[in-house]
């Protein structure tokens, strides 16, 4: 019996190991073993191991440009409430945002006034075009209105070279004077976003951020 016993032991370990090679069909992780799991690779050329601190500046950097930018407006109220809500629906931080007060610029301009007697007024305005001159009626800021602009211009230099060269020699009491800029709103801009956030914020009007801003 113990012959038996002996025998049998023997082909189960036959049987065992035939299977582990293979030869029995592939066993369980078989495909994790060498040389199959080598085969396997996919381009293992492509593969850079890096340190410890290399690698966590470049899975930083990942992050990094996995973030997006939108921004929105600007705005006065209640449109300015209205985009507000929509950042909170979008769960953003308040934090997060930053608001930014838009204005247009200053402006040079050539002006003739101020005229605040309608009589007086209507008798330059008729000089004006007499002159030939195309002129736009001036109604703020109050400082200076009412009053009429005959040129605008980006600078202080090139106002008073048109004073100068191009304006009419008979025309009298012109000056060049800055214009203040005009408030436009608060622009809302989110220059740190998960790109879910920032697709749910384009489609309710929200824009990736101007490289100009």
């Not at 309608?118 to 109604?139: K, P």
């Not at 009429?148 to 980006?154: G, N």
């Not at 202080?156 to 060049?176: C, M, Q, T």
Request: glycine residues 8%.
């Amino acid at each position: 019996m113990l012959r038996g016993l002996v025998v049998v032991l023997l082909l189960a370990n036959g049987l065992y190991f035939a299977w582990a090679q293979g030869w029995l069909g592939a066993p369980p992780r078989h495909a994790e073993r060498e040389p199959r799991r080598l085969a396997a690779q996919v381009a293992p050329d492509a593969v850079t191991v890096l340190p410890p601190a290399r690698a966590s500046a470049a899975l930083q950097a990942a992050r990094e440009a996995a973030l997006r930018c939108v921004e929105a407006g600007p705005y006065e109220e209640p449109a300015l409430g209205q985009a507000e809500y929509r950042l909170a629906e979008a769960l953003v931080a308040p934090d997060a945002v930053e608001r930014r007060e838009s204005s247009t610029p200053a402006r040079w301009i050539v002006f003739g006034g101020r005229y605040p007697e309608a009589g007086t007024r209507s008798a330059r305005e008729e000089n004006l075009r007499r002159l030939g001159l195309s002129f736009e009626r001036l109604t703020s800021p109050a400082e200076l209105a009412p009053g009429f602009v005959l040129s605008r211009h980006d600078s202080r230099e090139a106002a008073e070279s048109w004073l100068k060269d191009k304006a009419p020699k008979a025309l009298r009491g012109a000056r060049v004077v800055a214009l203040p800029g005009r408030s436009e709103g608060t622009l809302l801009r989110v220059p740190r976003l998960a790109a879910e956030q920032a697709d749910k914020l384009i489609a309710v009007g929200f824009r990736p951020c101007s490289a100009t801003r």
